[in-house]
């Protein structure tokens, strides 16, 4: 063998060792670098699954509230229902008192006499509905002058009543009025104690 040839086999040798020196730096080097890449994805899937949960608490938030309105809906459809079954019975009570004024026309003699006093107890039973809304519509204003403790309104009130309870005592031979009566004296005693 001569020189040259052994040169170049010791240049292929060196040559050789340096590239495998090379290798394992870079390999060293991608190990680290996939152990920094695998560091870096459970940071990420921490940072997801606290996110999941995030949102999984959320969604049971919101399924919790949509429970609730659904809840308020049955509650309103009943509601609806309940009116439309009294518009009916009251629609039906009308038809049944027109067929009995027809009837009484026909029948009686007494027939006026007869439908003025349905006349009258008619007007009773609408004042009474009056009064009832307006002992309901005091009744919230007796709430809102016990927050604000305004004496002179609870005056006015009590001046509203006493009108109210001198019309219902005009309201003579109607049942309903005496209930109307005892809510009006309750309140009047509610509003007395508020005022001292």
Do not use: C, P
């Amino acid at each position: 063998m001569d020189w040259v040839t052994l040169g170049g086999i010791l240049t292929t040798i060196a040559s050789l060792v340096g590239i495998a020196i090379k290798l394992a730096r870079d390999n060293s080097g991608l190990k680290a670098e996939m152990k920094a890449l695998s560091k870096e994805r459970e940071m990420e899937h921490a940072s997801l699954s606290s996110e999941h949960k995030g949102l999984s608490s959320e969604h049971k938030g919101l399924s919790s509230d949509h429970r609730g309105l659904s809840k308020e809906h049955d509650a309103l459809s009943k509601e609806h229902a309940s009116i439309k079954k009294d518009t009916e019975y009251i629609s039906d009570e009308m038809k049944y008192e027109k067929m009995a004024r027809e009837n009484l026309y026909k029948n009686s003699t007494k027939a006026k006499e007869i439908l003025e006093t349905m006349d009258f107890m008619k007007e009773v039973v609408l004042q009474n509905s009056r009064l009832t809304e307006e002992v309901g519509r005091l009744t919230v204003e007796n709430q809102e002058l016990s927050k604000s403790k305004q004496n002179n309104e609870l005056d006015k009130v009590l001046r509203i009543l006493g009108r109210i309870e001198g019309q219902l005592a005009s309201l003579e031979g109607y049942r309903g009025t005496e209930e109307v009566q005892v809510v009006l004296k309750r309140v009047e005693s509610e509003l007395l104690e508020l005022n001292n």
